[in-house]
């Protein structure tokens, strides 16, 4: 990557979303807890949110709609605490890292109520081109979907 193309990636890391989710009653077990498995929902959940307002007016959506894959390649989570029916999380997310291969997202929840970390999360996405089945640079795939280029 060049200097000018290093900058335009400092910008990524540095971005941050938020978004809220209610717990709904099929998330949780039979102890009216978050079941451990669903908390990669919410983790996409802020992928998506994240994705969206970076690529604003583009949508995760679209890219997928036009035959580009995020697949997932590795995640490292963390449980520190549990949520309940009807609570309310919250959902931060940003870029951690961006190399050719791959973009590593860091997610942390939290209860809404009392802002408790319920678990973290680094997730390692790829980009696939679904029509021909092969990867996609997934920094070139960043700067392409946001069109936050060295101009901005």
């Given at each position: 990557?060049?200097?000018i193309r290093d900058?335009?990636?400092?910008?990524?890391?540095?971005?941050?979303?938020?978004?809220?989710?209610?717990?709904?009653?099929?998330?949780?077990?039979?102890?009216?807890?978050?079941?451990?498995?669903?908390?990669?929902?919410?983790?996409?959940?802020?992928?998506?949110?994240?994705?969206?307002?970076?690529?604003?007016?583009?949508?995760?959506?679209?890219?997928?709609?036009?035959?580009?894959?995020?697949?997932?390649?590795?995640?490292?989570?963390?449980?520190?605490?549990?949520?309940?029916?009807?609570?309310?999380?919250?959902?931060?997310?940003?870029?951690?890292?961006?190399?050719?291969?791959?973009?590593?997202?860091?997610?942390e929840i939290y209860?809404?109520?009392?802002?408790?970390?319920?678990?973290?999360?680094?997730?390692?996405?790829?980009?696939?081109?679904?029509?021909?089945?092969?990867?996609?640079?997934?920094?070139?795939?960043?700067?392409?979907?946001?069109?936050?280029?060295?101009?901005?």
């Amino acid at each position: 990557m060049t200097e000018i193309r290093d900058d335009v990636f400092e910008r990524f890391l540095k971005i941050k979303d938020t978004t809220r989710v209610k717990i709904r009653f099929n998330d949780t077990d039979a102890m009216g807890i978050i079941h451990f498995k669903n908390y990669m929902v919410y983790f996409d959940d802020g992928f998506v949110s994240l994705m969206d307002n970076i690529g604003h007016p583009r949508r995760i959506e679209d890219v997928i709609k036009d035959g580009i894959g995020c697949g997932v390649k590795h995640v490292d989570i963390t449980y520190e605490a549990a949520a309940r029916y009807g609570d309310y999380i919250i959902v931060e997310s940003q870029i951690k890292n961006i190399n050719s291969n791959s973009i590593t997202f860091h997610h942390e929840i939290y209860k809404e109520q009392d802002k408790i970390l319920l678990a973290r999360v680094d997730c390692t996405r790829y980009f696939i081109d679904l029509k021909n089945n092969e990867l996609i640079d997934a920094s070139e795939f960043l700067l392409t979907f946001t069109k936050l280029d060295d101009s901005s």
